[in-house]
């Protein structure tokens, strides 16, 4: 039996508090030239006393050579095996904007893209079109008018990503993605992959051709790729499984969403990384567990930016002693995934973390906070979602398995 | 759920090759003079150098304790997990010889063993008879005539051993063995352990009792003792979980046997060690994996040869210049199990093994490959079959799982 069902069984409410910083995106690979990770190379004498002081190990997120989306990655640090909950992008995207995704909603991810006069995909994203240009759109396929008492709600993200949300009786979510992705083809029609999302399938094809008449003056965005179907998964919440009462700080949407889907609370998004710690100490009360997104050294990673990325940790580093000030008992710093600068994508390979808990926390001999340090931890290399359990753990709130 | 699970969902194929050189029984104790292996002193330049510019583990063949035989090592090498999938006795000493089993055979192996006049066991081994000797014998047996429509084949293998094959419809393979493993008694009647192998064990019962009075007349090999009764294990294949263009290069059968069993290409095998890369180099057009089998190390092994079992890698290791000059993207070096020279035997003990993949593997501090140095890799130690995925992630042939 996977040990989470014993932690779950095991867990008991004290006020012990827990701060979990993710660090999106961390992990990173030694450069060819030193050696050096973003990590690495950062000044971070706040991490690396939190490391000299506490455990540190690796995790993977979902599983050896298994690169893992944001949710997988998540989902592992909140303690869920990621491979259980599946969340599509559909949901992740209206989750992602604030949308007030209900049960048996069914949300896709749509693409403004250009057709050819022969309805052949030309350019899959409409040469990236403004988020401007794309609410001005937005609001043409908005008075395509509702069916067969469905509601139908159009909502942009951003540039040339939109979501498309289906509400009403009845729904079924297993449609298959119409983005064929590649150009030179027609989008493929919507075909349902079960009886009980025939009808669903239905309504998204008619709404897909009126939006292709009420798009048909556009020069560039003239058509709609969908992907990503699915409706909001039915997943335990954190209070329910851990009787944690969290709370999520985090700028941006998505990671608020994914906070929302496992029942943590979320508060309006602080404005700044530098507005983080005033934010967790706002918001803590009442709460025993923070989870606190810093976003930027996965974008750093994402555009392969070895400097900014090291300078995003010296940026974060610095907000510890005010986060310390505010009274954890236990600390975690950890990431969902490595986004190593070299590969400008997320990747495999497991991720640094560290628990600080004085006096509660197995002090290994590990005194700096890098990739290569974390190998030699005594935390090991094990699945994401046995990180938590430690922290837990180290707070006092998994009460004793067995007599 | 197994992340093996989600492993096979995302591969896909492309056109970066893998090279998995697997050294049998490599893994070794430190001895007590030096504290040295055989791989450790070993004069391995190439070696070396891949574990220095890769990542280094150790990895549990079946499980924590579990000495595996070569069937479970060769399945965790190649993703499989072995307590899923159990390959009897017979089924390997028959793809072993080379014989085109079928689904639905019944192998099993069998020793011509020594008889006294009141049919009590002697000599297990009827005194280790020649092949030839054992060639002559088995044209003996195969004048017993097929009974009841079931083909009867005896194999000579080697020695004192040989292997049993029926064929026919409807014949069950829950067979005990009739060798009761010690001397002094008569061999076990063969008892069927369930109602579907009855008649199976009639046809083999009477099949025991006419070679006996075909063996009447020899001296030493007078009596056969049956084991491992088995038919072909139904096993998805490499090409089906992982999208793997598969090809096996080695010289024993039972390797080659093992490698048709999960689905890889088997040419013929090359005739000494010094042959494997030209070999490689020649089987590799339309294949994106190379499984490469050595011998020699378990046979050192078990002989308790230290001297022998160095020198092998050291053999091993001057090939590595040749092999890579092929060009590969990825590199495994590692080992079905440990075969320490001071058991003479397969034993439990992790097995060490490299990745090597610039760019794309976590370079970790390890500068030599050793058993010792590879406690302290950035693979950590993991169950074998988690090997392959990330030589398949380095290769780029696993896809992000997750929105």
């Given at each position: 039996?996977?040990?989470?069902?014993?932690?779950?069984?095991?867990?008991?409410?004290?006020?012990?508090?827990?701060?979990?910083?993710?660090?999106?995106?961390?992990?990173?690979?030694?450069?060819?030239?030193?050696?050096?990770?973003?990590?690495?190379?950062?000044?971070?004498?706040?991490?690396?006393?939190?490391?000299?002081?506490?455990?540190?190990?690796?995790?993977?997120?979902?599983?050896?050579?298994?690169?893992?989306?944001?949710?997988?990655?998540?989902?592992?640090?909140?303690?869920?095996?990621?491979?259980?909950?599946?969340?599509?992008?559909?949901?992740?995207?209206?989750?992602?904007?604030?949308?007030?995704?209900?049960?048996?909603?069914?949300?896709?991810?749509?693409?403004?893209?250009?057709?050819?006069?022969?309805?052949?995909?030309?350019?899959?994203?409409?040469?990236?079109?403004?988020?401007?240009?794309?609410?001005?759109?937005?609001?043409?396929?908005?008075?395509?008018?509702?069916?067969?008492?469905?509601?139908?709600?159009?909502?942009?993200?951003?540039?040339?990503?939109?979501?498309?949300?289906?509400?009403?009786?009845?729904?079924?979510?297993?449609?298959?993605?119409?983005?064929?992705?590649?150009?030179g083809v027609e989008p493929?029609?919507?075909?349902?992959?079960?009886?009980?999302?025939?009808?669903?399938?239905?309504?998204?094809?008619?709404?897909?051709?009126?939006?292709?008449?009420?798009?048909?003056?556009?020069?560039?965005?003239?058509?709609?790729?969908?992907?990503?179907?699915?409706?909001?998964?039915?997943?335990?919440?954190?209070?329910?499984?851990?009787?944690?009462?969290?709370?999520?700080?985090?700028?941006?949407?998505?990671?608020?969403?994914?906070?929302?889907?496992?029942g943590m609370d979320v508060?309006?998004?602080?404005?700044?990384?530098?507005?983080?710690?005033?934010?967790?100490?706002?918001?803590?009360?009442?709460?025993?567990?923070?989870?606190?997104?810093?976003?930027?050294?996965?974008?750093?990673?994402?555009?392969?930016?070895?400097?900014?990325?090291?300078?995003?940790?010296?940026?974060?580093?610095?907000?510890?002693?005010?986060?310390?000030?505010?009274?954890?008992?236990?600390?975690?710093?950890?990431?969902?995934?490595?986004?190593?600068?070299?590969?400008?994508?997320?990747?495999?390979?497991?991720?640094?973390?560290?628990?600080?808990?004085?006096?509660?926390?197995?002090?290994?001999?590990?005194?700096?906070?890098?990739?290569?340090?974390?190998?030699?931890?005594?935390?090991?290399?094990?699945?994401?979602?046995?990180?938590?359990?430690?922290?837990?753990?180290?707070?006092?709130?998994?009460?004793?398995?067995?007599?």
């Amino acid at each position: 039996m996977d040990p989470m069902r014993i932690v779950e069984a095991q867990c008991e409410q004290n006020d012990s508090r827990i701060l979990m910083l993710v660090m999106d995106g961390l992990g990173d690979l030694p450069r060819e030239t030193d050696g050096l990770t973003p990590l690495a190379a950062a000044r971070k004498p706040n991490l690396d006393r939190l490391a000299g002081e506490g455990a540190c190990g690796r995790f993977d997120p979902v599983g050896p050579g298994l690169t893992p989306g944001s949710g997988p990655g998540h989902l592992g640090l909140f303690g869920y095996d990621p491979t259980e909950y599946e969340i599509g992008r559909g949901v992740l995207s209206a989750v992602g904007i604030d949308f007030p995704l209900r049960r048996g909603d069914v949300a896709a991810r749509f693409n403004f893209c250009t057709l050819d006069p022969a309805g052949r995909i030309t350019d899959r994203r409409a040469g990236r079109i403004s988020t401007d240009e794309n609410r001005r759109l937005v609001g043409l396929l908005r008075r395509i008018p509702a069916s067969a008492g469905v509601e139908i709600h159009v909502e942009t993200e951003s540039e040339h990503r939109g979501v498309l949300v289906l509400r009403g009786d009845g729904l079924g979510h297993a449609l298959a993605d119409t983005d064929p992705q590649h150009v030179g083809v027609e989008p493929l029609p919507v075909a349902a992959r079960d009886e009980a999302s025939a009808r669903t399938g239905e309504i998204v094809s008619r709404f897909v051709s009126e939006a292709r008449q009420a798009l048909a003056g556009e020069a560039r965005a003239n058509g709609l790729l969908l992907r990503g179907f699915d409706t909001l998964p039915s997943i335990p919440s954190m209070p329910e499984r851990f009787k944690l009462r969290p709370v999520c700080v985090a700028q941006y949407p998505m990671y608020r969403g994914l906070a929302r889907l496992v029942g943590m609370d979320v508060p309006r998004p602080p404005a700044s990384l530098q507005a983080l710690p005033a934010a967790v100490r706002d918001h803590m009360p009442g709460h025993d567990f923070c989870f606190l997104h810093v976003k930027y050294t996965d974008k750093a990673g994402e555009d392969g930016d070895f400097d900014r990325k090291r300078a995003v940790v010296e940026e974060t580093d610095a907000l510890l002693p005010a986060l310390l000030a505010i009274g954890f008992d236990v600390v975690v710093v950890a990431a969902d995934h490595s986004t190593p600068v070299a590969h400008k994508a997320h990747s495999w390979h497991p991720v640094p973390a560290l628990v600080w808990a004085p006096g509660r926390v197995f002090r290994d001999l590990v005194e700096t906070f890098t990739e290569q340090a974390c190998v030699h931890g005594a935390l090991g290399r094990m699945p994401l979602r046995y990180l938590l359990p430690e922290a837990l753990a180290c707070a006092g709130k998994v009460a004793k398995f067995g007599a």
